[in-house]
T-cell receptor
Framework: AQSVTQLGSHVSVSEGALVLLRCNYS??????LFWYVQYPNQGLQLLLK??????LVKGINGFEAEFKKSETSFHLTKPSAHMSDAAEYFC????????????FGEGTQLTVNP | EAGVTQSPTHLIKTRGQQATLRCSPI?????VYWYQQALGLGLQFLLW???????NRGNFPPRFSGRQFPNYSSELNVNALELEDSALYLC????????????FGPGTRLLVL
C-alpha cells in the first residue's frame, strides 16, 4: 500500500528564511503527488501537484516542490517565508489503482517567527 | 467560480443520534469524495462517489454511508454516532477526467457529546 511520510510535525522558521517541508512516499510506481495547505478552521487548499510531467513543480504563493524518484521524495520549498505562510501543510499521494483516494501524511505545522 | 460548499459548518449531536452532512461540488465536477480529519488520526479517506454510484470506501464501518444526487451533490450520513466520530468532515470534488486532483470544501465540524 502506498504511504506518505512527512518528516517533522512542527517546523519553525524566521520571516524571510527558507521554508523546507519534507515528504517521502512509498510507491511501486510513480504516483501523483500533492501538497495541500490548511489554515486554522478551514478546509484544504491545493498548493501544487506532480502528475509525471516536469519534476520541478511550481505552485501558488511562491511554493515549489521537486519530485526525486531516486530519493522517493517530494519536498516543498519557498525561498522566503511570510507570516501568512503559517499553517499546516499536508503531503498526499494518489494512484488510479487505489480508486483515486488521497493518502495523506500526518501534516507539518509551520510557524513563522517575526 | 464557486468552490466546494458544505453544510452545516458545525453540528452538535449526542451519542446514538444520526448526522447528515451535505456537500455541493464545483460546477462541472462529477466526482465527490469524503474525508475525516479526527484529532490524532489525521486525514482519512471515507467514501468516493461518481456518477451517482459509490466507487470506493475507506476503512470505516457501515454506519458511515452516503449518496450522490443527480445534480452531483452528496450527503454523508453517520448513524449511531459515537464519541470518536467527532471530527472535521471534508468533502472534495474533481473532474471525472482529473480524478487525481481534488478540491476541498471548508468542512463540517461534528461534535458528538
Amino acid at each position: 500500500a502506498q504511504s506518505v511520510t512527512q518528516l517533522g510535525s512542527h517546523v519553525s522558521v524566521s520571516e524571510g528564511a527558507l521554508v523546507l517541508l519534507r515528504c517521502n512516499y512509498s510507491s511501486s510506481v510513480p504516483p501523483y503527488l500533492f501538497w495541500y495547505v490548511q489554515y486554522p478552521n478551514q478546509g484544504l487548499q491545493l498548493l501544487l501537484k506532480y502528475t509525471s510531467a516536469a519534476t520541478l513543480v511550481k505552485g501558488i504563493n511562491g511554493f515549489e516542490a521537486e519530485f526525486k524518484k531516486s530519493e522517493t521524495s517530494f519536498h516543498l520549498t519557498k525561498p522566503s517565508a511570510h507570516m501568512s505562510d503559517a499553517a499546516e501543510y499536508f503531503c498526499a499521494v494518489s494512484k488510479e489503482t487505489s480508486g483515486s483516494r488521497l493518502t495523506f501524511g500526518e501534516g507539518t505545522q509551520l510557524t513563522v517567527n517575526p | 467560480e464557486a468552490g466546494v460548499t458544505q453544510s452545516p459548518t458545525h453540528l452538535i449531536k449526542t451519542r446514538g443520534q444520526q448526522a447528515t452532512l451535505r456537500c455541493s461540488p464545483i460546477s462541472g465536477h462529477t466526482s465527490v469524495y469524503w474525508y475525516q480529519q479526527a484529532l490524532g488520526l489525521g486525514l482519512q479517506f471515507l467514501l468516493w462517489y461518481d456518477e451517482g454510484e459509490e466507487r470506493n470506501r475507506g476503512n470505516f464501518p457501515p454506519r458511515f454511508s452516503g449518496r450522490q444526487f443527480p445534480n452531483y451533490s452528496s450527503e454523508l450520513n453517520v448513524n449511531a454516532l459515537e464519541l470518536e466520530d467527532s471530527a472535521l468532515y471534508l468533502c472534495a470534488s474533481s473532474l471525472v477526467v482529473r480524478r487525481e486532483t481534488q478540491y476541498f470544501g471548508p468542512g463540517t465540524r461534528l461534535l458528538v457529546l
